[in-house]
């Protein structure tokens, strides 16, 4: 009896190691399908779906590199308690997210997410290529309703103008300053005032040259040129890839002479973006190797750099002293992205659940407002983690809403940290400038590239045409296949 | 009864080597076959190309003609050779200190432990600690420039080539040196105390018997420890990659092998083919050097006394 049950036990673990095999082996770190997480395919047409009256029903897999997806499936299944939602996870740094989801999605099989969070750097990549990702087109009379803004948009849509994502935030940039600096520098810290002596790439070298002057160099303009890599790129003509070849934009060499004059004109703290040094800069504790206090006087940040990086680091030390500007070029930074993959098992719940996080109104209020508590959450799903939550602030992907919502943020904390000025006022206009439509999937690559090669140049390593032709070596090892 | 009985004992032996070889078959041989299988194919981690359509030596044609390929190969070779030798020479000093009978250096362990430590630590913390010491306005350059004068202006060593590489280097013989230190050790604590002590009847001094016992007997253990070293050399990846960034920048000085394949095999590119290429290239590459090195190293008796065994047999 014994030995049949070892023999069983054998050949039930050499079936399911077979077995994994002959789909490729490619399980991902997921949980294993247990417990009636299944979707199961004969659902979609008949059961599964909806009556919409009663709330939805069925089963969803979301996968994710970001919780705040987590905080979206909770709320979705407080209107929706029929619905059953496998929330899976993974880092996006050195693009583990990306190659797990594109991995599932290639081989498809039982383990395909049915929707997927994309970042902005790479949700250009799974939108433009065939097969991954499938046509939400229908939903645009919602965004309609909402004046979803434009770049969300553009952002999801394909070459041919079919719409793959959408988003339930817009994360436009600005130019974060010091207010204390600017009096110093310029006699005033009303961003009325200052935007003018930003306002275009020669006026802020000028600028920079001021504070350079006047401080006798212990102010920099910025941290390093990279800081205002990200404003150059919404406003280049051309892409990087035009046809098969890649492209280097005139405003891409306009960038390199930018950054190095601020490098070798000494306008910038030779500090690198995420270093500890950097955060040390907001906090006005940079010293150099000399034990000299260094000031940096501005810091171009998106929406959630506000919250997240500088009140997050800075609070305590500089709290009122900083104001916003929209700086010399509207940019973007970040971002997520919501889509129905192709193989999904239930489309219509799926989209309605992208729908519900992206285009919903009175989701997207809630969103914003910070009515997403812990304690919300819980009472949902007592097993949500306990620092689960999504706090009041963000800018959301809808310009009605925006609109309706800026009264409600003059007197944020982030509104006091920034001097009293309200961020989604700033922001509410950014968002309407930005443009998405030059983002291609390699973007980020190959933006990885350049800012190495621009770094090339301006350490004085190698001349112009040397980095560029270091640029060209690396992004033939990455992107191989363009003349 | 009787019969069932003496047949289930030899199947006893293969559910015990059972799992063994399922995680062998599945994890390690599968694989080996399917990356030989993928680099004869464009296999593309999408949907539709995944598994790929057969292009013959394609992959490796356009690799072997690919420059950028030619300078991870060099620099991978160059990083390795310039750690490993200063590497080398300095665990045997301290082997030979650490194993001497004569010394009988005090609190031996102690250091053992000490320069053992770096090989503990994760290379994920290793590359954000030496990027921050040796950053523009880290401490390294207070210290020179500030505290001491040493030198005149602060230097920002991750911006240029040959210090990257000097770095890189470092960091890959501090991490390494203990290990291969501890190895030796062994190798020579293995050697018989019998003739170190009829050596020195004979009047030999430390240095002679370094050289005329210690390390002769020691070839079996160097030649595990240059194997060993340069199949992980070859694949040398996480500090390069965590500490320059995933070209190896400034001007690819550290773009190694491993560095290349992962950015043809990551996303967006997802190149399975050439990455397998890629693998197999590395594969022969480590085969052949090894083969080498066993060849060198082979005991020069070995060959002589098989001959005479056969000449007598």
Not at chain 2, 59 to 82: C, E, Q, R
Not at chain 2, 100 to 111: E, M, V, W
Not at chain 2, 250 to 278: E, H, K, Q, W
């Amino acid at each position: 009896m014994k030995k049949s049950l070892i023999t069983i036990a054998l050949a039930v673990t050499f079936a399911v190691v077979m077995g994994a095999c002959g789909d490729g082996g490619t399980a991902p770190p997921a949980t294993p399908p247990a417990g009636g997480g299944t979707a199961t395919p004969a659902q979609t047409g008949d059961t599964g779906t909806a009556a919409p009256d009663e709330g939805w029903e069925g089963n969803l897999r979301v996968w994710s590199f970001t919780n705040e997806a987590e905080v979206i499936a909770t709320a979705f299944r407080g209107l929706n308690p029929g619905v059953n939602i496998d929330f899976q996870m993974a880092s996006m740094d050195g693009g583990v997210f990306q190659d797990w989801v594109t991995l599932a999605l290639a081989v498809g099989g039982s383990d395909v997410p049915d929707v997927i969070f994309m970042e902005a750097d790479f949700v250009r990549s799974f939108v433009l290529e065939p097969g991954m990702l499938a046509d939400i087109s229908d939903l645009m009379p919602y965004a309609n309703a909402l004046e979803t803004i434009p770049f969300t948009i553009q952002a999801g849509t394909d070459d041919a103008g079919i719409i793959r994502a959408f988003s339930y935030q817009a994360t436009p940039g600005a130019m974060f300053y010091r207010r204390s600096m600017a009096q110093r520098y310029f006699g005033t810290d009303d961003p009325g005032q200052l935007q003018p002596l930003f306002a275009n790439l020669d006026i802020f070298v000028d600028s920079a040259r001021q504070i350079r002057e006047i401080s006798g160099g212990s102010t920099r303009v910025v941290s390093s040129p990279t800081e205002v890599y990200r404003a150059f790129l919404p406003n280049r003509a051309q892409p990087w890839i035009v046809g098969n070849s890649l492209n280097i934009d005139p405003l891409m060499l306009e960038y390199m002479t930018f950054a190095n004059a601020l490098r070798n004109e000494g306008l910038d703290a030779e500090v690198g973006q995420w270093s500890p040094e950097w955060f040390d800069a907001m906090r006005d504790q940079l010293m150099d190797a000399n034990g000299n206090l260094i000031e940096v006087f501005s810091f171009f940040m998106p929406t959630w750099g506000l919250p997240f990086v500088i009140y997050g680091n800075a609070a305590d030390y500089t709290h009122g002293d900083w104001g916003i500007i929209p700086g010399p070029l509207p940019f973007q930074w970040g971002g997520t992205w919501l889509a129905v993959t192709e193989q999904a098992a239930n489309f219509e719940l799926a989209r309605e659940f992208v729908r519900f996080a992206t285009l919903d109104e009175d989701h997207l209020r809630n969103w914003a407002t910070g009515v997403y508590t812990n304690q919300f959450l819980a009472a949902i799903d007592p097993s949500v983690p306990g620092d689960l939550s999504q706090g009041g602030g963000d800018l959301v992907s809808s310009a009605r809403l925006i609109r309706e919502l800026t009264p409600q943020f003059n007197d944020a904390p982030t509104a006091q940290f920034i001097g009293g000025q309200n961020p989604y006022v700033i922001f509410g206009e950014a968002a309407m400038q930005v443009s998405f439509g030059l983002q291609q999937g390699t973007d980020a690559t190959i933006g990885d590239a350049f800012i190495d090669a621009v770094d090339l140049y301006i350490t004085g390593e190698a001349d112009r045409e040397g980095a560029l032709t270091s640029f060209r070596n690396d992004v033939s090892i990455a992107v191989p296949g363009l003349n | 009864m009787k019969k069932k009985n003496s047949i289930s004992k030899d199947y006893y032996g293969y559910i015990f080597i059972a799992p063994f070889i399922i995680i062998f078959i599945t994890f390690i041989l599968f694989p080996i076959f399917n990356t030989l299988y993928l680099s004869f194919t464009d296999a593309r981690i999408r949907p539709g190309s995944w598994r790929g359509d057969f292009v013959g030596f394609d992959n490796f044609t356009s690799l072997l003609g690919d420059h950028m390929f030619h300078m991870a190969v060099s620099n991978t070779w160059m990083l390795w050779l310039f750690n490993f030798i200063p590497q080398m020479i300095l665990a045997l000093v301290l082997a030979a200190m650490f194993a001497s009978t004569t010394y009988k250096l005090k609190g031996a362990n102690i250091f053992k432990a000490v320069y053992y430590l770096p090989n503990l630590l994760m290379p994920v913390t290793i590359a954000a600690l030496f990027n921050t010491f040796l950053s523009l306005h880290g401490p390294l350059n207070q210290i020179l420039v500030g505290m001491l004068g040493i030198m005149p202006e602060a230097r920002n060593f991750g911006a240029f080539a040959l210090d990257t590489r000097i770095v890189v280097i470092f960091l890959q013989t501090w991490m390494w040196f203990g290990q291969t230190a501890i190895v030796l050790v062994a190798g020579m604590t293995s050697i018989s105390p019998a003739l170190y002590e009829s050596a020195m009847i004979d009047g030999a001094n430390q240095v002679k018997m370094f050289f005329r016992i210690t390390l002769p007997l020691l070839k079996p253990v160097m030649l595990f420890v240059m194997v060993t070293s340069l199949v992980g050399g070859l694949q040398m990846f996480d500090i390069p990659h965590l500490y320059a960034g995933q070209f190896g920048n400034p001007d690819n000085s550290v773009l190694t092998v491993n560095m290349f394949m992962n950015l043809r095999r990551s996303f967006p590119s997802a190149l399975l083919g050439y990455s397998g290429a890629i693998s197999v290239l590395l594969f022969l590459m480590s085969s052949v050097v090894a083969l080498v090195l066993f060849r060198i190293f082979r005991e020069p008796d070995d060959a002589k006394v098989k001959k005479v065994r056969r000449v007598n047999s």
